[in-house]
């Protein structure tokens, strides 16, 4: 049984930074595309950030030069490290996993950018 669970999240200041972490398990995590994704209340889900199986980045224009997305195939992990925090980067922050017809979905944790 695939398993994504996230990690990292909380309140956070603005201008401050925070690492958040997903920990997959149950499936082969190097052949899987990465992602993050957030929900806003009353929005949308939007992508956030991904990273292929070769480690290739795309970034939504909002959190480009803020937000850095890595992954670690050896402790089946994908990060998204975030900085410069906007109280609009406040959301709810997925992470999403994907192999050909295949994707899994994590259970999602909160990030509040707040003074």
């Known amino acids: 049984q695939v398993q994504l669970v996230e990690s990292g999240g909380g309140l ?18 190097s052949v899987h595309d990465m ?4 929900q806003a209340p009353g929005k949308q889900r939007e992508l956030v950030a991904s990273i292929t199986t070769l ?14 997305i890595t992954r670690d ?15 609009e980067d406040t959301a709810v922050y997925y ?11 994590g259970q999602g944790t909160q990030v509040t950018v707040s003074s």
């Not at 480690?55 to 850095?68: L, M, Q």
């Open 12 to 29: 956070v200041q603005p201008g401050g930074s925070l690492r958040l972490s997903c920990a997959a398990s149950g499936m082969i995590f």
């Open 35 to 38: 992602g993050w994704y957030r």
């Open 55 to 68: 480690s290739r980045e795309n970034y939504a224009d909002s959190v480009k030069g803020r937000f850095t």
């Open 73 to 87: 195939n050896a402790k089946n992990t994908v990060y998204l490290q975030m900085n410069s925090l906007k109280p």
């Open 95 to 105: 992470c999403h996993a994907a192999y050909i017809t295949r994707d899994y979905w």
